[in-house]
């Protein structure tokens, strides 16, 4: 039998922290270990369960709000005391509920960030799970314990979301009732939150690949325009490449306008700019 820690540091260690490149492997992996808990208490059978549904949620070509999504449900339906579920990410210090499961979630979370603090906020920051038992006797954040109290919540836990040896966020679950929430519940949680981690860490590097083939095509098509134009100016004037390359640079320093676009004036007119490019144009 492998220990639930044991999983949890191949799941934070070898996917979130040191080999992205294992995601995907890494969710067939841990749906292979996962049987290995299967040794006839409730509490292991929950955890091999999670980790049965967490391993079938497609990663991707999806939005990360639905894969969030889908994850903050199946968290939701293993821990039977949890009335909702919500996932918050930290972009910039600027906090945002990136998947719920459940309005009472989402308002709890809302109403932290329009505090600028809570349990949600304060986890995601600090890298501490944050436990409360009883909105009613909470004196870390009272003002903000009294009015979730008042909107149904009496108690929460928010782990936060490791990813690369930083913490990006939290996982945050919410109930109805005072004191419910046990040393099950926390490890379920806990288990919940290093896949949300994988599944931003793959989002994030999903993004970063996007941007990276938008740059390159920019920066061919610029290549290619500034080419182009440095051909006309050549044909023109019987000149060479690198005086050809002077006058682009010249025209763009004239009129502050970027060399690519002042290449693609020339090839699009015949005309370089002289004081800005929706203005007047002068023939060289």
Known sequence: MVPAAVLRRFLLVTIVGERPNMWRSGFAAAKQLSAHFENGKSGMNNVAELHESLARVVLADRELDEVLTEITGIARRAMPSIDAVSVTLIRSDKPFTAGYDGQMALDADELQYQRGYGPCMDAGR????????????????????????????????????????????????????????????????????????????????????????????????????????????????????????????????RTNAKLRDVAEELVRTGALPTRGLARAHVRL
């Not at 098509?221 to 004037?237: D, T, V, W, Y």
């Open 126 to 253: 600090a890298g501490q799970m944050l436990l409360v038992d009883d909105m009613r006797s909470e004196q870390r954040w009272p003002d903000y314990a009294q009015h979730a109290a008042s909107h149904g919540v009496l108690s929460s836990l928010s782990v936060p979301l490791p990813f690369q040896g930083a913490t990006i966020g939290a996982l945050n679950t919410y109930s109805a009732q005072p004191r419910v929430i046990d040393d099950q519940d926390i490890e379920l949680a806990e288990e919940v939150a290093a896949w949300v981690a994988i599944a931003v860490g793959n989002a994030e590097a999903a993004a970063r690949t996007r941007d990276d083939l938008a740059q390159l095509r920019t920066a061919m098509m610029s290549r290619a325009l500034i080419e182009q134009a440095k051909g006309i100016l050549m044909e023109r004037h019987k000149i060479k490449e690198d005086e050809a390359f002077t006058l682009l640079t010249h025209a763009s320093q």
